[in-house]
C-alpha cells in the first residue's frame, strides 16, 4: 500500500523484556517521526528522523529507548526491559519534507503494546 | 507541561447541525496548527490546518478559526454528519507537532 505501515499491530511482552517496533514510512519520505500515546492522552512527540539522521530525540523518555533508521527509509524503536509504564501505542508518522511549515504527517495504524 | 488543550473531553452533535471543537495553546511561537481525525485502531489522518498568519482557513465543510491574540484556535464542522464521529486532536507544529489530549465527537442521526 502506499501508507504508513507499523508492525506489529499489537504486542504483549513481559515486563522486563527487549521489543522492537518497525514502521515503513511512505516511500520517498524525508522525514520520520515516533509518537507514544497513553490512554486518554494526545500521541506525544518521541524523536525525529531526517533521512538516517536522528535530529532529536528529546521526547524519549529513558535510556531504555532506542530508535534507529540505517539506511533513511524503515525505522526501529526498540524499548530495552520493558516496564508497565511503557504500555501505549507507538505511532510512527511520516513527512515528505522537515518539521517546519505546518507540513503534514501520515500517520501508520500504530502498535499498541501492553507490558504486563 | 500541556501547550495545546483541548478542555472539552467530548461533544455530541445532532446530524445537520454545527459541530464546534476548541482548542488553547500557551507557546506563541507555534507557526502552523493542526487538526486531525482518529477512528479506533487506526492512526491519526490529517484534516485542515492553518498557518499562523492566517485566521481562516475553509475546506468542504470544515473551517479552522485561529484567534492568535487569544491563543485559541476552533474547527468548525457544517453540516455535520455520522461519519464525522470520531476523536478529533487539534496540533501545534513547532520542532515537532505538539498534540492536544482530543476530543470526541459524536454525531447522532
Known amino acids: 500500500g502506499a501508507g504508513v505501515s507499523q508492525s506489529p499491530r499489537y504486542k504483549v511482552a513481559k515486563r522486563g523484556q527487549d521489543v522492537a517496533l518497525r514502521c515503513d514510512p511512505i516511500?520517498?519520505?524525508?522525514?520520520l517521526f515516533w509518537y507514544q500515546q497513553a490512554l486518554g492522552q494526545g500521541p506525544e512527540f518521541l524523536t525525529y528522523?531526517?533521512?538516517?539522521?536522528?535530529?532529536?530525540k528529546s521526547g524519549l523518555p529513558s535510556d531504555r529507548f532506542f530508535a534507529e533508521r540505517p539506511e533513511g527509509s524503515v525505522s526501529t524503536l526498540k524499548i530495552q526491559r520493558t516496564q508497565q509504564e511503557d504500555s501505549a501505542v507507538y505511532l510512527c508518522?511520516?513527512?515528505?519534507?522537515?518539521?517546519?511549515?505546518?507540513?503534514?504527517?501520515?500517520f501508520g495504524p500504530g502498535t499498541r503494546l501492553t507490558v504486563l | 507541561d500541556q501547550q495545546v488543550k483541548q478542555n472539552s473531553p467530548s461533544l455530541s452533535v445532532q446530524e445537520g447541525r454545527i459541530s464546534i471543537l476548541n482548542c488553547d495553546y500557551t507557546?506563541?511561537?507555534?507557526?502552523?496548527f493542526l487538526w486531525y481525525k482518529k477512528y479506533p485502531a487506526e492512526g491519526p489522518t490529517f484534516l485542515i490546518s492553518?498557518?499562523?498568519?492566517?485566521d481562516k482557513n475553509e475546506d468542504g465543510r470544515f473551517t479552522v478559526f485561529l484567534n492568535k491574540s487569544a491563543k485559541h484556535l476552533s474547527l468548525h464542522i457544517v453540516p455535520s454528519q455520522p461519519g464525522d464521529s470520531a476523536v478529533y486532536f487539534c496540533?501545534?507544529?513547532?520542532?515537532?507537532?505538539?498534540f492536544g489530549k482530543g476530543t470526541s465527537l459524536l454525531v447522532t442521526p
Open positions: 508518522a511520516s513527512s515528505s519534507t522537515g518539521t517546519s511549515g505546518g507540513n503534514e504527517q501520515f
Open positions: 516511500s520517498g519520505h524525508v522525514s
Open positions: 528522523f531526517q533521512n538516517e539522521a536522528q535530529l532529536d
Open positions: 507557546n506563541s511561537m507555534f507557526d502552523y
Open positions: 492553518i498557518s499562523s498568519i492566517k
Open positions: 496540533a501545534a507544529s513547532g520542532d515537532a507537532l505538539n
